[in-house]
């Protein structure tokens, strides 16, 4: 459960469930901020059925964005959910436990956000301690509840199943967006017995389907830019227990996963979504570099098969 309000109240309780996207940030031909795309964007993914939106992730590329682009960018996103009445996460914190707290109190200027999702802290690789302790120090300081976010190929700080559940522990540390590139133990352990209020979202895209199998409460997927509808379709019929139609679904986009992650994320994403002109430019920024044609070109036939299934 998400426990939406300022550090040290008690806020009222808000589910966590489902699919939610992690927004590209489109740019114009000029480099900057394409914000009328990017408010289509956020509007078109929940009128297809997402649970809500997270702003300023990887997908984002927010390490590229300045801090007013990044103000920016969760205006235009704090906008249509609140609108349309989705949940929004953000993206904040670093390896620098007391720049992340400062990162942190700074969303308290948005009614709207829910919750943000905070890496485990990269590069530094503190112990397993030092990872719990990280937590520990920003949720008592957060004026909202925290996912944490496991993703040790790009952290290389693995975790084990005991200290997630240390962290389920931790008042305010309400879930993770767990990426950790496969079906693992530690999943497995997780899942089998779920700590309680403490959600666990799918991070990468190829092993939704199998983690919404064993239980997972839904995924945080770039995927779900394209055939969003279908990624919504496919956690519904594994709550409803519709494993026929589950597998069909997760296998095609499974498929379509692949394809848009055959690049650094989210060039191939930000390519195809140009070409059905959606955004401005298919640009990320430096150091990423625009999808090759071919890859983009890749992605169209599993898109038509898993709109299709």
Same mark, same amino acid.
């Given at each position: 459960?998400?426990? +939406?309000?300022?550090?040290?109240?008690?806020?009222?309780?808000?589910?966590?469930?489902?699919?939610?996207?992690?927004?590209?940030?489109?740019?114009?031909? !000029?480099?900057?901020?394409?914000?009328?795309?990017?408010?289509?964007?956020?509007?078109?993914?929940?009128?297809?059925?997402?649970?809500?939106?997270?702003?300023?992730?990887?997908?984002?590329? +927010?390490?590229?964005?300045?801090? !007013?682009? %990044?103000?920016?960018?969760? !205006?235009?996103? *704090?906008?249509?959910?609140?609108?349309?009445? &989705?949940?929004?996460?953000?993206?904040?914190?670093?390896?620098? $436990?007391?720049?992340?707290?400062?990162?942190?109190?700074?969303?308290? +200027?948005?009614?709207?956000? @829910?919750?943000?999702?905070?890496?485990?802290?990269?590069?530094?690789?503190?112990?397993?301690?030092?990872?719990? *302790?990280?937590? $520990?120090?920003?949720?008592?300081?957060?004026?909202?509840?925290?996912?944490?976010?496991?993703?040790?190929?790009?952290?290389?700080?693995?975790?084990?199943?005991?200290?997630?559940?240390?962290?389920?522990?931790?008042?305010?540390?309400?879930?993770? %967006?767990?990426? $950790?590139?496969?079906?693992?133990?530690?999943?497995?352990?997780?899942?089998?017995?779920?700590?309680?209020?403490?959600?666990?979202? &799918?991070?990468?895209?190829?092993?939704?389907?199998?983690?919404?199998?064993?239980? =997972?409460?839904?995924?945080?997927?770039?995927? =779900?830019?394209?055939?969003?509808?279908?990624?919504?379709?496919?956690?519904?019929?594994?709550?409803?227990? !519709?494993?026929?139609?589950?597998?069909?679904?997760?296998?095609?986009?499974?498929?379509?996963?692949?394809?848009?992650?055959?690049?650094? @994320?989210? =060039?191939?994403? %930000?390519?195809?979504?140009?070409?059905?002109?959606?955004?401005? $430019?298919?640009?990320?920024?430096?150091?990423?570099?625009?999808?090759?044609?071919?890859?983009? +070109?890749?992605?169209?036939?599993?898109?038509? &098969?898993?709109?299709? =299934?």
């Amino acid at each position: 459960m998400i426990r +939406a309000g300022q550090a040290g109240s008690m806020p009222a309780q808000i589910a966590l469930r489902g699919i939610y996207v992690p927004l590209i940030t489109p740019f114009g031909p !000029d480099g900057e901020i394409a914000e009328s795309a990017l408010a289509d964007l956020a509007r078109q993914m929940i009128d297809s059925g997402v649970a809500g939106l997270v702003a300023l992730g990887t997908t984002g590329e +927010a390490t590229a964005l300045s801090t !007013d682009e %990044k103000r920016r960018v969760i !205006d235009v996103c *704090a906008r249509a959910c609140e609108e349309r009445g &989705a949940q929004l996460m953000i993206g904040a914190g670093s390896s620098d $436990t007391r720049a992340s707290v400062t990162a942190l109190a700074g969303l308290s +200027a948005w009614p709207q956000v @829910n919750a943000a999702l905070v890496p485990v802290p990269a590069y530094t690789r503190p112990s397993e301690a030092g990872v719990l *302790a990280h937590f $520990t120090a920003l949720a008592s300081a957060s004026p909202v509840p925290i996912v944490a976010y496991h993703i040790p190929y790009r952290t290389a700080r693995p975790l084990s199943a005991a200290t997630l559940r240390a962290l389920a522990q931790v008042p305010g540390v309400v879930g993770v %967006k767990y990426a $950790t590139g496969a079906v693992d133990a530690e999943a497995i352990d997780l899942l089998g017995d779920p700590p309680p209020g403490f959600a666990f979202l &799918a991070g990468d895209d190829l092993v939704v389907s199998p983690l919404l199998a064993l239980g =997972a409460a839904g995924g945080i997927l770039a995927s =779900a830019h394209l055939a969003t509808s279908e990624f919504v379709g496919l956690h519904a019929a594994w709550e409803s227990g !519709d494993v026929r139609r589950a597998r069909a679904l997760g296998g095609v986009l499974a498929a379509l996963s692949a394809a848009e992650f055959a690049e650094p @994320n989210p =060039a191939v994403i %930000k390519g195809v979504l140009h070409a059905q002109h959606r955004i401005p $430019t298919p640009d990320p920024r430096l150091p990423l570099l625009r999808a090759d044609p071919g890859s983009v +070109a890749a992605v169209l036939p599993r898109l038509a &098969a898993a709109q299709t =299934a």
